[in-house]
């Protein structure tokens, strides 16, 4: 299978208000690789904000350290210390801080004890809001920062505990020690913009703060730049089309373009489909990657997955689901074109994958918040960013040794090695990996879901944590739990974790007072 080259006949995929809420133009663009690299950035741009940064997020961990020890400004390296040093050295600067209300759920005790202490010791210049403002069920997943509306971040990181990685993702890295413990290898990717990409992402943070609080903020008045110096620019004056989910609490102002963007960049792909993501669950991602499988000259299709969703509640709903997907989009792969993933590092060990990344024939790109999982498509809110070459061999260029880069770190290969072994595999990626993957070291391991027992398939197929549509969660909860329990055959795990997701909607509804 030949490299593949942009193409003049392949329609666009971004189109303003189908498949983005808008285009715009970018002086500077870099997607960052793994959070170390991203919280240095972040923190650099921050210490040279004037006016305003925007912080919007599933989670902060306000005791989460940016730089590990690796930076040499003098700076505070814990994230609400060096929020309060970053106000304190400039009496104009304002910081404001939005997450989403349910994260305090998962976390409480970190969540309200880091709230609490920000609360006490914050400067007043520090705002820090919880959003409510969502459907029951629904998350805020966007992660965005902007920095005076001339340098913006968007991706799939949050800044909280348990990112910080760098690309070697080694074993038992002291740098990640959290609460005493040492968590797992974390991939995860985001994207820095500058130009009048930022400043529609800071529109676009202010809408999200008069949303949740009722609040307009000012609009920042800016020139110049505060990009990173440790941070070399991909690319140069390039169109980026951002794209959003968004579901109101009740009437009109849903958003889907994600789910457009997903589907029409896989359906344009003639030579090759690059997916990193923490999830596969969404039967119409799912649907129109069979269609790509079942064509006679279609493109390859390599899929990196974590081994298995990150909390035990994830994985059984999330990966059941996901077993499902894999499973069918397998018995439609006759052509031999699909391959399906997770990474291991040097010692064997899991890599957790949480980046939100497609790559189409390297002439389109995405990254961003979303996941392949209904919910991202439909009801939770999400922010993507995607650039096409626009015939454009440089652009083409930089997205080609981004997807080499990212199979090197995976494979523990050169972008080099890499290239030459694509071209001994006639530019197959699915080949080209299983010619290259050991048995040891750092690899990629074909993904092999387990077979699901009848409380799995049950809960797979009630589409309970990720829904294609929104539902008031008490029908969807009462309505498994009577089938369930008509089943004699499905084993008490169903009905635990039935509860636990009750417990999870009704914390969230007495919270909002529904």
């Known amino acids: 299978m030949p490299e593949s080259l942009p193409r ?24 960052i690789v793994d959070a170390a690299d991203y919280f240095a950035a ?56 939005l997450q989403w209300d349910g994260a305090m ?29 969502h459907p029951a069920g629904a998350c805020h997943h966007q992660k965005i920062v902007v920095i005076d509306d001339v340098l913006a971040f968007c991706g799939g990181i949050d800044m909280t505990s348990g990112r910080w990685d760098t690309s070697h993702h080694l074993s038992g890295d002291e740098r990640r020690e959290r609460d005493g413990e040492t968590p797992v290898p974390w991939h995860d990717m985001t994207l820095a913009v500058e130009g009048e990409a930022a400043k529609a992402l800071g529109e676009l943070a202010r809408w999200r703060w008069k949303n949740a609080t009722g609040h307009d903020l000012p609009v920042p008045d800016r020139q110049g730049t505060i990009w990173p110096t440790g941070l070399s620019a991909d690319c140069e004056d390039v169109t980026l089309g951002i794209a959003r989910t968004w579901q109101p609490i009740e009437g009109d102002g849903e958003i889907r373009e994600i789910e457009r963007l997903w589907k029409k960049a896989i359906r344009s792909a003639r030579h090759s489909i690059y997916i990193e993501n923490q999830f596969l669950s969404s039967g119409r991602i799912a649907d129109a990657l069979r269609q790509k499988l079942e064509e006679e ?72 918040s979303s996941n392949m999982s209904s919910r991202s498509m439909t009801f939770d809110s999400e922010c993507d960013i995607a650039m096409e070459t626009e015939g454009q061999p440089a652009v083409q260029s930089v997205i080609a040794s981004l ?58 197929k009630s589409r309970l944590m990720d829904p294609e549509e929104p539902v008031k969660p008490s029908k969807r909860l009462f309505g498994f739990a009577q089938r369930a329990a008509k089943r004699s055959r499905v084993p008490l795990a169903a009905g635990a974790t039935v509860a636990a997701l009750a417990t999870v909607w009704a914390s969230q509804r007495a919270k909002r007072g529904d």
Not at 420 to 440: F, N
């Open 8 to 31: 003049s006949d392949v329609q666009p995929v971004l189109v303003e208000g189908d498949t983005c809420w808008r285009k715009v133009r970018a002086s500077r663009a870099t997607f």
């Open 42 to 97: 972040a923190k650099e741009a921050i210490l040279r904000a004037e006016r305003c940064v925007y912080l919007i997020g599933w989670e902060f961990d306000l005791a989460t350290k940016l730089t590990r020890g690796s930076g040499q400004d003098g700076t505070p390296d814990q994230l609400r210390q060096f929020l309060n040093h970053a106000v304190k050295s400039r009496p104009d600067l304002e910081i404001f801080i």
């Open 105 to 133: 759920l998962f976390n409480i005790a970190r969540q309200l004890g880091s709230y609490l202490l920000l609360k006490m010791q914050a400067k007043p210049q520090i705002h820090f809001r919880l959003d409510s403002k």
């Open 297 to 368: 000259d279609g493109p390859d299709i390599v899929i990196v997955l974590p081994y298995s969703a990150e909390s035990w509640l994830e994985a059984e709903a999330m990966d059941s689901a996901r077993a499902l997907i894999v499973s069918d989009l397998r018995s439609a792969d006759r052509h031999g074109r699909l391959g399906i993933y997770h990474p291991v590092n040097a010692m064997g060990d899991h890599i957790y994958v949480h980046a939100k990344l497609l790559i189409v024939d390297d002439r389109f790109i995405r990254v961003g």
């Open 403 to 460: 997807r080499k880069r990212l199979l090197g770190e995976h494979l523990g290969k050169s972008i080099e090695e890499i290239e030459a072994e694509l071209d001994r595999c006639s530019g197959s990626m699915v080949q080209m990996i299983e010619r290259v993957r050991g048995k040891q070291g750092t690899t990629l391991q074909t993904l092999q879901p387990g077979e699901l027992n009848p409380s799995e398939m049950a809960l797979a």
